[in-house]
């Protein structure tokens, strides 16, 4: 099988918290982190972490509770400079994965498992 590097870095790791707002203020608060994105609409908030990875706060939607397997409490998210070529590779590869979101010169993304269901997720922009 052919290999080629599909993904750039792990772009950001998502945590999933129940209120958005209080989360904010603890991560500024106590660990100095900094927002350097906020989309209320999705209700998250990006913050800067010096590095090339950012962390991300997710907030739960109404009646939704942590960790699923739909919905994990944590998962990494991978920056893929191509995405149509990942997902095409991916895909060829039998692994599992959503259809890629959003749409293109936006942010765009897709789900994907690995062999013990665990949700990753890549994404360009």
């Given amino acids: ?4 590097n599909l993904f750039a870095k792990v772009d950001t790791v998502i945590v999933r918290v ?6 904010r203020r603890g991560y500024q608060d106590k660990l100095s982190l900094q927002p350097g994105f906020t989309d209320e609409k ?3 908030v990006v913050f800067n972490t ?12 109404p ?6 397997a739909k919905t994990p409490s944590s998962f990494p998210i991978f920056y893929a400079p191509d995405i149509i070529k990942a997902h095409k590779e991916l895909k060829e590869r039998g692994v599992k994965l959503g259809s890629i979101q959003g749409k293109p010169g936006e942010t765009q993304w897709f789900e994907f ?10 994404c360009h922009y």
């Fill in 1 to 4: 099988m052919k290999t080629t």
């Fill in 18 to 23: 129940s209120d958005l707002e209080k989360a």
């Fill in 42 to 44: 999705e209700r998250i």
């Fill in 50 to 61: 010096g590095g090339e990875t950012s962390f991300t706060i997710w907030e739960l939607k």
């Fill in 63 to 68: 009646g939704e509770k942590k960790a699923t």
């Fill in 113 to 122: 498992w690995d062999l013990d269901q665990n949700l990753l997720e890549a």
